[in-house]
């Protein structure tokens, strides 16, 4: 069975970090592209980051590239979200997301977890 547990998120000032962390377990998890999405209350998705099976390039929309990091260790089967200048239109719940097809994870991946709220004070 395929779980991927979110964890890392909380209550942050405008400006501040988290980092969250996404343990995965029950899949291949080297050969899994993994990634991030987040979801306000209301709305739809909005992808955030994305990395391939192997590290290397990462993917990020406009909206967070610069501030926000994808890595991952698949030694520890983990991948890990670095968010910086965090703003409060960026509450929402945030969710990783694992697909054998790195594109899918701009859409709808295979699997994802339970989610993580994240609250960014103003």
């Known amino acids: 069975q395929v779980q991927l547990v979110e964890s890392g998120g909380g209550l942050v000032q405008a400006g501040g970090s988290l980092r969250l962390s996404c343990d995965g377990s029950?899949?291949?998890?080297?050969?899994?592209?993994m990634g991030w999405f987040r979801q306000r209350a209301g709305e739809e998705r909005e992808f955030v980051a994305a990395i391939p099976c192997s590290g290397g390039k990462t993917y990020y929309p406009e909206s967070v590239k610069g501030r926000f990091t994808i890595t991952r260790d698949n030694g520890k089967n983990t991948v890990y979200l670095q968010m910086d200048s965090l703003q409060p239109e960026e509450t929402a719940v945030y969710y990783c997301?694992?697909?054998?097809?790195?594109?899918?994870?701009?859409?709808?991946?295979?699997?994802w977890g339970q989610g993580t709220q994240v609250t960014v004070a103003s």
């Open positions: 997301e694992a697909d054998e097809q790195l594109v899918k994870l701009h859409a709808e991946a295979t699997y």
């Open positions: 029950g899949l291949p998890f080297s050969l899994y592209a």
